[in-house]
């Protein structure tokens, strides 16, 4: 079955540190992926997406997301958190295998950033 | 801007009583679907419509059903609630494989 897995399931981190979360996916095929974030008390909103052409992708925020196909992985980058990060993450595939285009999400990751 | 919204943020039913979970998007999205939301379990696709009357099963659709009687509006209902359907319910709407979220529901059933 598809399935996506996420590395982290909680992440503390200090204001200025780097981030990397890790994703995997386990999909034969082509695949659109993407990383949402849900701030507390918000709704879930897109942070970047891959579909297809250069790699690396970045989004709002100063976040970035390198996909390597070879490792099915899509791994979510900051250089410098910010208090304001503080958010659950969650990586999503959507494999595309010519019905309706579902999302699989992975577990999600918690990331609290201390001042 | 889009906008998904849903009918309640906060719901209490008790165990066997039927309940609505209202959703409506603005976007003219052709799909919609009903997704719960569980910590350390991420996000579970319930069901999905890609059209006004048409429905598929996602990977947990038990105890569950929908409605999608217009293009912008699309129900949950629990025929029968019991205490494991407590959980945040999230609606997206979407189209060319990306999907919006609204604020979600959370349900407690008592």
């Known amino acids: 079955a598809q399935s996506v897995s996420q590395h982290n399931h909680h992440v503390i981190l200090s204001e200025a540190a780097s981030l990397e979360l890790g994703c995997n996916y386990s999909?034969?095929?082509?695949?659109?992926l993407f990383w949402y974030v849900q701030y507390p008390g918000q709704h879930l909103q897109l942070l970047l997406k891959?579909?297809?052409?250069?790699?690396l992708v970045k989004g709002i925020k100063g976040f970035e997301a390198e996909f390597i196909k070879s490792k099915f992985s899509f791994n979510l980058r900051k250089p410098s958190v910010q208090w304001s990060d503080t958010a659950e993450y969650f990586c999503?595939?959507?494999?595309?295998?010519?019905?309706?285009?579902?999302?699989?999400f992975g577990a999600g990751t918690r990331l609290a950033v201390h001042p | 801007d889009v906008k998904v919204t849903q009918s309640s943020r906060y719901l209490v039913k008790r165990t066997g009583e039927k309940v609505f979970l209202e959703c409506v998007q603005d976007m003219d999205h052709e799909n919609m679907f009903w997704y719960r939301q569980d910590p350390g379990l991420g996000l579970r696709l319930i069901y999905f419509?890609?059209?006004?009357?048409?429905?598929e099963k996602g990977d947990i659709p038990e105890g569950y059903s929908v409605s999608r009687e217009k293009k912008e509006r699309f129900s949950l209902i629990l025929e029968s609630a019991s205490t494991n359907q407590t959980s945040m319910y999230l609606c997206?709407?979407?189209?060319?494989?990306?999907?919006?979220f609204g604020p979600g529901t959370r349900l407690t059933v008592l």
């Open positions: 999909y034969g095929g082509t695949v659109n």
């Open positions: 419509s890609y059209d006004v009357k048409m429905k």
């Open positions: 999503a595939v959507s494999p595309l295998s010519g019905g309706y285009n579902k999302l699989i």
């Open positions: 891959y579909f297809s052409g250069d790699p």
């Open positions: 997206a709407g979407g189209a060319d494989n990306e999907q919006f």
